[in-house]
């Protein structure tokens, strides 16, 4: 089943040669309205127009996360303000956060993509669909929302949380499919169990899984679980949101890149070569459509491959496989991704304290679960040397990781010197979490 | 008239009070008294030590974080209503304590009440005021 049949069968040559045309577009468009494409293209001295064939990707210069901060918080932004009817941010403090705006032709490109994943794993205006992405500032929660709401499904926008309420939902609304966090399905399914319901009584037939990496034994222990079939969907906040990439029901292994939309390419991420079609690497996205926020050669940090074996579904798409790695070091915590940048700057904004932290991902039964923690400093123990005064710091910090990053950390001062360095550098991250 | 007293930040760990002891004990440094406030994370060891500076390079040298708290050490006979005898009195002038512990004298008749105030120094003159007798630094280390 298609969505939009036309685009997404089109034939390879032509969709290279609309990608083209839309490529050149973009360009020509960011060179002259965003000030950061116009000095990253001159100093790599490429003129938009010098951009004749999709072999000529390799020429145009990356835009990074850093990029993306330094231009904090509109300033990629390609259309005025008047213009934007959707912002959407990622969490993290002032600058090290990054604001998507939407304009209403993106939120509608966005509501198609979404749709077309929907349909891809069997969904018609017949269905109820739970959603219990995050709404709010992520993207995960409207994004899915408004592709639920172009097919004609019954969307119950339910957010996460609240687990026993969901279960009731699910029960008593009688929803056919889910969309959540991998780990949350598990988590509801435990919830369900302690509560004496089998999962697989529920009217539920199929699952939309993403926002965190997943093994294919977590999948089976879903499909298990609740007796659906789960599938894998892509999305990137800074790209658009979740509907870049979705695996369909008759091809299953892979989830289809919309290329109309979007080119993807894999490189090296030591070296930035790009690498032919099926080797492992990171992925690149170029925008070719949005109009608020385009992105030219954005580096996601998601190390994979890309399938380009013919899909039994007939979408002429290319395939990317699931994303299991990260050329960085950013840690996806209930599906919310934090940067150890981020926390540093919780902590440095903390009077007294140094940024001699750890965080330890767990997963406790099904939920990931995080720790911090901080070495007391000279200067906390001595001017606040008394218990309650550093369980207020442990609070504080408590806090400030909630508030800004949106995830609740257990906090534990420890001695100094005790976090585990290697080579005198901090090791600060540890993911003790199974991935198999 | 006040007494330094020593804080130790500890993990809730195991070893981690041992390795303190260890410390103050190569360091021969003898404790007068002591007392463990914790959480479920953390624990703050507060000492009463024979050379306070010693005990305090030696820790430190250690890489424990270390600070050192003004205290109040009073002597009370070792007889029901020897404590209370001082909080009537530190009620009355509505002086605050934070936390207290204590010891009883080698010879068996006086008890040492250790007490953190808010505010020493009139804790101090209402003691002194009231005759009972605050026991000098100098003298407590050497107890």
Request: charged share 25%.
């Amino acid at each position: 089943m298609f969505y939009n049949e036309e685009f997404e069968t089109l034939p390879r040559e032509a969709l290279k040669a609309l990608q083209l045309k839309r490529l050149q577009q973009v360009l020509q468009r960011v060179y002259h309205t965003v000030g950061h494409y116009k000095k990253a293209l001159d100093a790599a001295q490429i003129k938009p127009g010098a951009i004749t064939s999709l072999a000529d990707l390799p020429k145009l210069p990356f835009t990074t996360r850093q990029d993306l901060q330094e231009n904090y918080p509109f300033g990629l932004f390609a259309v005025p303000m008047s213009s934007i009817v959707r912002l959407h941010a990622s969490s993290g403090t002032s600058g090290r956060s990054t604001v998507f705006g939407y304009t209403k032709r993106d939120v509608e490109t966005w509501s198609e993509l979404m749709a077309r994943c929907l349909v891809a794993a069997g969904l018609t205006k017949n269905d109820i669909i739970h959603n219990a992405f995050g709404y709010g500032l992520f993207t995960s929660g409207l994004g899915l929302h408004f592709g639920a709401e172009k097919i004609g499904a019954s969307v119950i926008p339910m957010s996460g949380g609240n687990s026993k309420r969901q279960i009731m939902i699910l029960q008593d609304f009688g929803p056919t499919a889910i969309c959540c966090t991998p780990s949350y399905a598990l988590h509801l399914a435990e919830q369900g169990k302690a509560l004496g319901l089998d999962m697989k009584t529920l009217k539920l037939r199929v699952g939309i899984f993403g926002a965190e990496p997943w093994s294919v034994s977590i999948r089976d222990e879903i499909e298990t679980i609740y007796g659906i079939t789960a599938l894998d969907m892509f999305g990137l906040s800074e790209v658009m949101g979740p509907g870049i990439a979705m695996e369909c029901q008759e091809g299953r292994g892979g989830m289809h890149i919309f290329e109309d939309h979007f080119l993807v390419e894999t490189i090296n991420p030591q070296t930035g070569e790009p690498l032919p079609e099926g080797e492992e690497g990171e992925l690149v996205f170029t925008t070719l459509t949005k109009e608020a926020f385009p992105l030219i050669r954005y580096r996601s940090g998601d190390i994979t491959r890309l399938i380009t074996t013919p899909c039994r579904c007939g979408r002429s798409h290319i395939k990317m496989e699931r994303v299991m790695k990260r050329s960085d070091d950013m840690l996806i915590i209930r599906g919310i991704n934090i940067f150890p940048a981020q926390v540093e700057a919780i902590l440095a904004d903390i009077e007294g304290l140094e940024p001699n932290y750890q965080l330890i991902a767990d997963k406790i039964s099904a939920l990931d679960s995080l720790e911090l923690r901080v070495e007391v400093s000279e200067k906390i123990f001595s001017e606040s040397g008394s218990v309650k005064e550093l369980q207020n710091i442990e609070k504080r910090i408590f806090k400030d990781m909630k508030d800004y990053l949106g995830i609740t950390p257990r906090v534990k001062l420890v001695e100094p010197n005790t976090l585990k360095r290697s080579n005198g550098m901090m090791t600060k991250v540890i993911d003790n979490r199974r991935r198999a | 008239m006040k007494v330094e007293q020593i804080s130790i930040f500890l993990e809730n760990k195991p070893g981690s009070l041992e390795h303190a002891t260890r410390i103050l004990k190569e360091a021969d440094i003898n404790i007068r008294t002591l007392s463990l406030a914790e959480t479920s994370d953390f624990g703050i060891l507060r000492l009463i030590v024979n050379d306070v500076e010693k005990a305090n390079t030696v820790l430190r040298e250690n890489g424990f974080r270390v600070n050192k708290t003004a205290v109040v050490a009073v002597e009370v006979p070792d007889r029901p209503g020897g404590l209370h005898s001082i909080m009537e009195v530190l009620n009355k002038e509505k002086v605050n304590v934070e936390y207290l512990y204590a010891f009883v004298e080698r010879s068996g008749e006086n008890a040492v009440i250790i007490f953190r105030f808010d505010v020493p120094e009139k804790a101090i003159a209402v003691l002194t005021k009231n005759s009972f007798t605050v026991i000098p630094g100098s003298k407590l280390y050497a107890l």
